[in-house]
């Protein structure tokens, strides 16, 4: 791109566009990156400089940037139509894409209702879950219980169940009230064992894992004999809190909490929105622990990454009570101008198939390990005194950052910069991350090769090794 033009665009950008998550005085005194195109699991700079995707724009790309088979299919779908309503309407690839996802999905979920973003499938989850108990003659069901330090979106609804006292507190006043119970948290709940030497400790120390574990479900269980009857469902982000700074729940906690709902009566709406389409190593994360949610919701790489689409599958029975005769108004009355647009479900459709023919959570499992092998220098205690806790999950991986000698709750200064200085040094590498906080995240695209995620990987690495923490 011209000099000129990068100039001024820099400037319009200062002068017109409210980025979002992002504090605008300082961006103003920045000098914005421009990303002009991308390339497999590149991004390319108005300059032509290459950077690894590492947060997979946003934890959502899946196969890399200019498929060949997804932009053909887009192609494809642009010389048909690039949007048609389906308000009244229907079109060939939501339908496609609705019998392929409900395939897919764990459980019953038979029925798919489509919007544009992650946080209307969630906002459409908690009206399907009180519309459900509405019809079915039980409206005081009307509450949701969300895991604490839980992250569902930015809507209303999804920032009730989500709700963070730093970011959310002059919106107090528009929330819903939720009643949140403990996430089952080892890192940032106790101290490490005095004599535990890995970094790591905390999810590889059974006994400290089975306690949190335990202690989180009590919890639920207790405020559920207290209070079903007053629940609508229990949110939960399967296995990975993703916002939260990659917090991985401890192994059998998602199958108890489902076992709970069922037991107490009440609905599971499990947000995969982060999680789904192979991230974690299965096509969702509930399948790891044959977990059939009552209500799925799904964005980000359901189109690979390319195209703003979100689903929320629900059981057949779930939808069933938003029927009946038309006076009776038990219609779900909801939706978006761009509800199941139809070239995003062209490029999920594309997607899916890259899925199929590349068989990639394979890949995704043993790049996972490759990726955990490369994390590994962070274990040790003595050349990484800052590193309190490595945690991953298939490809997300969080590495967080603490004072020495403290513990996850209380060991991080949020003055000092760590996570945002860090990152902005990957770049100068060649490298584009984002971090939580204090936790740098790494969420390169599914189909990350090899040697660029080694890259990735030794790089953070050694910026964090380089980096003057005192
Ligand atoms: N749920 C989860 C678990 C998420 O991680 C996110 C986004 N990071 C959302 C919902 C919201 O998605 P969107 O940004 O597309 O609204």
Redo the contacts with the bound molecule.
């Keep these: 791109m011209h000099p000129a033009r990068i100039n001024e665009l820099v400037a319009l950008d200062h002068q017109h566009v409210w980025h979002p998550f992002t504090p605008m005085r300082q961006w103003r005194e920045s000098n914005p990156l421009i990303i002009e195109s991308g390339d497999g699991d590149c991004l390319i700079d108005a300059h032509g400089n290459r950077y690894i995707d590492g947060v997979s724009s ?2 959502c790309n899946v196969h890399g940037h200019r498929v060949r088979q997804i932009d053909q299919a887009i192609r494809d779908q642009l010389d048909r139509i690039a949007h048609t309503t389906m308000l009244g309407l229907t079109h060939e690839p939501a339908v496609d894409l609705a019998r392929r996802l409900c395939n897919l999905a764990p459980g019953h979920l038979n029925k798919v209702f489509y919007s544009d ?6 906002e459409i989850a908690f009206k399907m879950a009180v519309g459900y108990w509405h019809h079915t003659g039980q409206p005081q069901r009307n509450r949701f219980i969300g895991i604490r330090g839980a ?4 809507t209303t609804g ?1 920032m009730s169940v989500g709700y963070d006292e730093t970011f959310h507190r002059p919106f107090k006043s528009m929330v819903f009230e939720t009643d949140f119970v403990p996430a089952p948290d080892p890192f940032h709940t106790h101290r490490p064992p005095e004599d535990t030497t890995d970094r790591r400790w905390a999810l590889e120390h059974p006994d400290h894992c089975a306690a949190i574990k335990d202690h989180a479900l009590q919890a639920l269980d207790q405020h559920l004999s207290k209070c079903a009857d007053r629940t609508a469902a229990i949110v939960v ?1 399967p296995l990975v809190q ?2 939260a700074g990659l917090i991985v729940h401890p192994p059998g906690y998602l199958a108890d909490v489902a076992d709970l709902a069922r037991r107490h009566h009440t609905l599971l709406i499990a ?5 789904g389409f192979g991230r974690t190593g299965a096509m969702f994360a509930a399948d790891h622990e044959h977990v059939a949610p009552d209500i799925l ?1 799904l ?2 790489g359901l189109t690979g990454g390319y195209l ?1 689409l ?1 689903a929320t599958l629900a059981t057949d029975t779930i939808e069933q009570a938003f029927t009946g005769e038309i006076h009776e108004h038990r219609t779900l009355y909801h939706g978006h101008t761009y509800t199941g647009n139809p070239l995003a479900c062209a490029a999920a459709l594309a997607s899916l198939d890259l899925f199929e023919s590349t068989n990639l959570i394979e890949h995704v499992n043993r790049k996972a390990e490759l990726l955990a092998q490369h994390l590994n220098p962070l274990r040790d205690a003595s050349r990484f005194p800052y590193v309190g806790d490595v945690r991953q999950r298939g490809l997300m991986a969080g590495i967080e950052l603490t004072i020495p000698g403290t513990d996850g709750a209380t060991g991080f200064d949020p003055s000092r910069r760590w996570g945002a200085d860090i990152c902005r040094a990957c770049r100068d590498r060649g490298i584009i991350i984002r971090p939580l906080g204090n936790v740098i995240v790494l969420m390169p695209p599914l189909a990350i090769r090899d040697e660029n995620l080694i890259y990735l990987t030794d790089t953070v690495v050694s910026v964090i090794a380089d980096y003057p923490f005192e």
């Design positions: 946003i934890w973003a992650g946080a209307t499938a969630v992250y569902h979106g930015d999804s982000e993703g916002a947000d995969e929105v982060a999680t919701c964005g980000k703003p979100a």
